[in-house]
């Protein structure tokens, strides 16, 4: 299903609309709180839930594996290094959960937007999507006699996105 | 110039009980406003069944003591210094408008009810608390409209995107600019300053007025949210929350939160 946001919790301070990876979240124009502006276009990736410094967002679970009464929350907790999770079942059982932020540092792995340039108009014809490499080049894959690629011998991966 | 007390000069032009009548209109629609958002948004309602949830889900029972300890460690921190902001600048800037309404507002009460006759001669410390209130407004609220605000820090609007949900914060800043103005004009005696006493008057009438239609209630609501929300973490409810991490050390250093500028 999706996010929302408990608006007595939220204070506005819009770290969700900057971590949402859909642009979905985005500040109420009538009540300056966060909100889900597009529900269905939300994979409940929870990063807004565990960004909010103010555990203001939580997620309905789509209903084949989180029926009606559960619950899964987030606690985040920057100095420790921590995000813990707490699952709800409906039958009352209860599971805790406790792993390490692998956030990476803006700039580092992800390019700063701010600073890049703008695109031109032949980048937002084109199919693909930004910053997606043209093709990969992985060297010459060595097949096997059953014609499926060797992976010991494929070349060294040059930098890039591998799916 | 700070010393200057605008409402005595006003009093020769227009009656001490128009602007005492001006200013219990102004209260009463806010009472309205606020009413009428209780009804339609049940937000009362709402809170009220969210404490009856989470105290059936309270894992120990509060003593009397203890919520009144709660209740006040939360006006001390929560309420009075803003600590639930999460970023310095925000809780910076709501600190210099929370207290300059608040500054502003008594004031201008106190002024209007006590010394609005060209005879009456207000103490020095009255009209210069009037100024700082409305100055300290300005600096808080302007610095929240400019660079602060989410449209603008990360959604990347450009500050002169309105939205209706600035009624609030336009119509506040508004009133406490042109009182500043009308202050200025009316003491040196320039033509403008009725331009701007009507500008006063009208931001006011639209700040409180619009009660309804904007987030003026959060001064309201946003202290009861916050005695509840840490009731609930004293009783272990805590809204179903994990308890916090206690094997940190395993998982290395923490990381810090950046400002939300990466759009």
């Known amino acids: ?163 | 110039m700070l010393a200057y007390n605008p409402f005595s000069d006003l009093g020769a032009t227009i009656p001490s009980f128009a602007m005492q009548a001006f200013l219990i209109a102004m209260v009463l629609l806010v009472i309205g406003g606020v009413v009428l958002d209780m009804m339609h948004k049940k937000n009362v309602k709402y809170f009220f069944e969210n404490a009856k949830k989470a105290k059936q889900a309270a894992t120990r029972e509060l003593s009397s003591g203890e919520k009144v300890s709660i209740i006040a460690k939360t006006v001390a921190s929560d309420i009075m210094t803003s600590s639930e902001f999460c970023t310095f600048q925000r809780r910076a800037a709501h600190l210099l408008g929370m207290y300059g309404t608040i500054i502003f507002w008594v004031t201008s009460a106190m002024l209007i009810f006590s010394y609005s006759t060209p005879s009456s001669a207000a103490p020095a410390m009255l009209p210069m608390l009037w100024h700082i209130g409305a100055l300290m407004t300005c600096i808080g609220g302007f610095w929240f409209w400019f660079s602060i605000r989410v449209n603008v820090s990360a959604e990347g609007h450009p500050w002169y995107h309105v939205m209706f949900a600035d009624l609030f914060v336009l119509a506040l800043l508004a009133s406490q600019s042109t009182a500043l103005l009308w202050s200025i004009t009316q003491s040196s005696g320039s033509i403008f300053s009725g331009l701007f006493l009507l500008l006063f008057i009208v931001s006011n009438v639209v700040l409180f007025g619009g009660v309804y239609w904007s987030k003026f209630a959060h001064m309201f609501y946003k202290p009861g949210a916050a005695i509840q929300k840490h009731l609930a973490k004293a009783d272990g409810s805590n809204s179903n929350l994990p308890e916090p991490a206690d094997k940190p050390k395993q998982f290395g250093l923490g990381i810090r939160r950046e400002s939300p500028k990466n759009y």
């Open chain 1, 1 to 163: 299903m999706s996010t929302f946001v408990y608006m007595t919790r939220c204070d506005g301070c819009g770290m969700c609309v900057d971590i949402c990876p859909s642009d979905i979240m985005h500040i109420d124009k009538t009540l300056r709180r966060a909100v889900n502006i597009e529900p269905n276009m939300c994979w409940e990736c929870y990063s807004c839930v565990k960004a909010c410094d103010q555990n203001a967002i939580d997620a309905r679970g789509y209903a084949d594996f989180s029926p009606l009464g559960h619950s899964v929350r987030a606690l985040r907790e920057e100095e420790k290094g921590t995000i813990s999770w707490k699952i709800k079942f409906r039958n009352g059982t209860e599971k805790n959960f406790c792993s390490p932020i692998t956030t990476k540092p803006w700039g580092e792995y992800i390019p700063e937007l701010a600073t890049e340039p703008a695109p031109s108009k032949d980048v937002y014809d084109g199919e693909l999507l930004y910053n997606e490499p043209k093709y990969l080049k992985t060297g010459e894959v060595q097949t096997a006699n059953d014609g499926l690629p060797e992976m010991t011998k494929i070349g060294k991966l040059k930098q890039g996105v591998y799916y």
